[in-house]
């Protein structure tokens, strides 16, 4: 028991502190009814929904297809590196950052792996794990902040992509330079590096497609989520029973917990003054500075508890996912990667830090004049 108490702690360590804050809270505010409106069941079936269906339309090889065919047309080493971190900054918008890492991050070490080159392969990771921060702060389902944020304050899909889309192109141009400072020196890719990859069987595409779209209606508004969760599981129950076991139920757990915190934290008035006064001076920096150390997904639901200016959080929390490494916990994918096969002297994490406070400089320089 305790073994598995300090492995969960180890692999889902806001599981288990976010788990904890709730029951605490439970001591000062006692249970009742009013317990059951907590949840946000709409971004709760919404989440679920998406892991779902995404991770069948990885499981049959729809985006190695993709990256694959994609590479096969490229004839050098740095496009090889400036298509990895497009990649991830334009698949993170509808894959969600922590599934285009998990997708691209091993497929990007065996094809980078040819090169020789270790420098390469360092940096290319650092920027694609920025690149998929960044470009799911786009859209609604880019990563679960947003869709948390984007139904906690009602945003319309116009204004929420307005919102971020200065810091979105500004990001995009940092990346391209940043790609092209970093990869001076360039050589012709060897294609037999790029092993083949299967096309995904059209009829499953298209049934999962269908399934992605009936998502999307819902995030739009368009169809009750109850309508979208009956029909995402009736479908997928028969057509991929494996893909409920590669949902991240720790993650909905984890939103399940901290919506008790929340809600009991909003019946305790003399910490809602306190905190909405203290928030309301400077969201965004406040959501930066919380995201450096509980990560942005957490930072986002506490917060949203105790301000109305969602535009300054929506912004802060997805900026924040830039900084530290547990900033976003997506970035520790690339990282559990890469540890496997590390090197002495290659200083990841130094140079992981310190390229992402240089876009964090630039982009939070940027909100004051957006």
Same mark, same amino acid.
């Given at each position: 028991?305790?073994?598995?108490?300090?492995?969960?702690?180890?692999?889902?360590?806001?599981?288990?502190?976010?788990?904890?804050?709730?029951?605490?809270?439970?001591?000062?505010?006692?249970?009742?009814?009013?317990?059951?409106?907590?949840?946000?069941?709409?971004?709760?079936?919404?989440?679920?929904?998406?892991?779902?269906?995404?991770?069948?339309?990885?499981?049959?090889?729809?985006?190695?297809?993709?990256?694959?065919?994609?590479?096969?047309?490229?004839?050098?080493?740095?496009?090889?590196?400036?298509?990895?971190?497009?990649?991830?900054?334009?698949?993170?918008?509808?894959?969600?950052?922590?599934?285009?890492?998990?997708?691209?991050?091993?497929?990007?070490?065996?094809?980078?792996?040819?090169?020789?080159?270790?420098?390469?392969?360092?940096?290319?990771?650092?920027?694609?794990?920025?690149?998929?921060?960044?470009?799911?702060?786009?859209? %609604?389902?880019?990563?679960?902040?947003?869709?948390?944020?984007?139904?906690?304050?009602?945003?319309?899909?116009?204004?929420?992509?307005?919102?971020?889309?200065?810091?979105?192109?500004?990001?995009?141009?940092?990346?391209?330079?940043?790609?092209?400072?970093?990869?001076?020196?360039?050589?012709?890719?060897?294609?037999?590096?790029?092993?083949?990859?299967?096309? %995904? %069987?059209?009829?499953?595409?298209?049934?999962?497609?269908?399934?992605?779209?009936?998502?999307?209606?819902?995030?739009?508004?368009?169809?009750?989520?109850?309508?979208?969760?009956?029909?995402?599981?009736?479908?997928?129950?028969?057509?991929?029973?494996?893909?409920?076991?590669?949902?991240?139920?720790?993650?909905?757990?984890?939103?399940?917990?901290?919506?008790?915190?929340?809600?009991?934290?909003?019946?305790?008035?003399?910490?809602?003054?306190?905190?909405?006064?203290?928030?309301?001076?400077?969201?965004?920096?406040?959501?930066?500075?919380?995201?450096?150390?509980?990560?942005?997904?957490?930072?986002?639901?506490?917060?949203?508890?105790?301000?109305?200016?969602?535009?300054?959080?929506?912004?802060?929390?997805?900026?924040?996912?830039?900084?530290?490494?547990?900033?976003?916990?997506?970035?520790?994918?690339?990282?559990?990667?890469?540890?496997?096969?590390?090197?002495?002297?290659?200083?990841?994490?130094?140079?992981?830090?310190?390229?992402?406070?240089?876009?964090?400089?630039?982009?939070?320089?940027?909100?004051?004049?957006?």
């Amino acid at each position: 028991m305790k073994k598995r108490l300090l492995k969960t702690l180890k692999n889902d360590p806001i599981l288990v502190v976010s788990f904890v804050l709730a029951a605490v809270s439970c001591f000062f505010v006692t249970p009742d009814r009013e317990y059951l409106s907590y949840p946000d069941l709409r971004t709760l079936s919404i989440l679920f929904s998406l892991m779902l269906v995404v991770g069948a339309l990885v499981r049959i090889g729809t985006f190695d297809f993709l990256t694959e065919r994609l590479l096969s047309r490229i004839h050098s080493e740095r496009n090889v590196t400036l298509l990895l971190v497009l990649l991830a900054f334009f698949l993170s918008m509808i894959l969600t950052n922590d599934v285009t890492l998990v997708t691209l991050v091993p497929f990007a070490l065996l094809l980078l792996r040819s090169f020789g080159d270790r420098r390469r392969i360092v940096y290319t990771l650092i920027l694609m794990t920025i690149a998929a921060n960044l470009g799911s702060m786009l859209t %609604p389902i880019g990563n679960p902040q947003n869709l948390y944020l984007y139904s906690k304050y009602g945003f319309s899909l116009s204004d929420f992509t307005l919102t971020m889309l200065p810091y979105t192109i500004g990001s995009l141009a940092l990346l391209v330079i940043c790609v092209f400072f970093l990869n001076r020196t360039d050589h012709t890719m060897d294609k037999a590096s790029i092993k083949p990859a299967q096309a %995904p %069987p059209v009829s499953r595409l298209l049934l999962y497609s269908a399934l992605f779209i009936v998502c999307l209606l819902t995030v739009a508004g368009v169809l009750h989520y109850g309508i979208m969760l009956g029909i995402v599981v009736v479908v997928m129950i028969p057509a991929d029973r494996r893909a409920f076991l590669k949902v991240d139920y720790a993650l909905l757990f984890t939103f399940l917990f901290f919506f008790i915190l929340i809600g009991n934290l909003k019946r305790i008035d003399v910490i809602q003054n306190t905190l909405s006064t203290i928030i309301d001076a400077n969201v965004t920096v406040t959501a930066v500075l919380s995201s450096q150390v509980i990560s942005n997904v957490p930072a986002a639901m506490l917060l949203s508890a105790f301000t109305g200016q969602g535009k300054a959080l929506l912004v802060g929390v997805n900026l924040g996912g830039l900084g530290t490494l547990i900033a976003s916990m997506a970035s520790l994918i690339t990282f559990k990667f890469y540890a496997k096969e590390r090197r002495p002297g290659e200083h990841y994490l130094l140079k992981f830090t310190v390229l992402n406070l240089i876009f964090l400089a630039v982009l939070l320089t940027m909100n004051l004049w957006v």
